[in-house]
């Protein structure tokens, strides 16, 4: 595998383990490790600034300025204001209905598995995908980007609810991620999210479905992530960027999905509407999500903390009950 544009590539010698702490999972020891960081360059800085508040939405979804320049074109949105995010107007994408398939065929567990090799993955994770069927989904309308810690907020203010996110430090509000993906929540919250928007907007929001947010990240032509066949690197903040955190939604441009979704691989992992099951024709599979979660939400795209394997469109996961499995959601509602 070429490694060129990776900065974090750790090989396991073996399979991971409930057992190992959340750093052995990302592949560091105890040591202090440097991630990745993007320091403000005031001559950039300044012409950003230049730009205005449209500007800035531009630039940070502009695929030929470097993710630096996006970084801080978003953090700059996540203090000034971001146009792109209206907690009562989110924008969605529209994807027309029709048969589709989902799913991993059975016959390409291996050679997921050989792709994949030195990430440390039992082989149950892949099976888990198959078999590949056919789905028939009504025309609906999906999140452009998951739901953002300001969107987050104004439904706690609006409701009262007592559903914090546990990454909000001590319940304070981090004001300089505004436009970061909420994460630290349970399905359940999302949930309680997309009815408080439903009843405030007259609109049906929900979560999707896991059929859907497949499709979405996929489209027609059944990619593997979702700009294509192959994980890039610089097309998503999976642990592979090194970043270690959040990023602004929408800020890795080369990374959407065919339907124009960012963030679908990346970033958090977003809840869908369905409890795992196995798929049609398919085993049930034991593994350690059902043996220490039991009956659990299926939650898609991977994450900043997670590697590219979780990244696929066809995974499916769910959250384990440790810090490092970082879960978000973002919003569906039927055409």
Not at 286 to 300: C, N, Q
Request: with cysteine; net charge negative; aromatic share 10%.
């Amino acid at each position: 595998m070429a490694t060129s544009g990776y900065h974090h590539l750790p090989r396991f010698a073996g399979e991971l383990s409930p057992a190992m702490s959340d750093r052995e999972l990302l592949g560091v020891d105890g040591r202090f490790v440097d991630f990745r960081d993007f320091p403000f360059d005031p001559e950039t800085l300044g012409g950003l600034l230049e730009a205005g508040i449209g500007g800035l939405a531009r630039a940070a979804e502009d695929p030929r300025r470097p993710l630096a320049e996006r970084h801080m074109a978003g953090t700059l949105l996540a203090h000034l204001g971001d146009p792109r995010i209206d907690p009562l107007n989110p924008a969605m994408v529209t994807v027309a209905g029709g048969e589709v398939a989902i799913g991993l065929p059975a016959a390409d567990v291996d050679a997921v598995m050989q792709d994949l090799a030195g990430l440390g993955l039992k082989r149950e994770w892949i099976v888990k995908e198959t078999p590949r069927h056919i789905v028939t989904l009504k025309s609906y309308r999906i999140g452009r980007y998951p739901v953002t810690n300001h969107e987050y907020r104004t439904f706690l203010v609006e409701t009262g609810e007592e559903r914090i996110p546990d990454s909000w430090f001590l319940g304070r509000y981090p004001a300089d991620r505004a436009n970061h993906p909420v994460y630290g929540i349970t399905a359940e919250d999302a949930d309680a999210y997309a009815r408080w928007l439903g009843g405030r907007t007259g609109r049906p929001f929900r979560l999707p479905r896991e059929a859907e947010w497949e499709y979405a990240a996929a489209g027609p032509g059944n990619f593997q992530y979702p700009w294509g066949k192959a994980f890039l690197p610089d097309h998503a903040n999976t642990a592979e960027a090194g970043i270690m955190t959040t990023t602004p939604v929408g800020i890795f441009p080369s990374g959407r999905s065919p339907f124009g979704c960012f963030d679908m691989a990346g970033n958090v992992e977003e809840y869908v509407a369905d409890a795992y099951a196995p798929y049609p024709g398919g085993a049930a599979v034991e593994d350690d999500l059902v043996s220490v979660v039991g009956r659990h939400r299926v939650a898609r795209g991977g994450s900043f903390s997670r590697f590219r394997d979780l990244a696929r469109n066809s995974r499916r996961h769910g959250k384990f009950p440790r810090p490092i499995y970082v879960m978000g959601f973002r919003l569906a509602e039927d055409a």
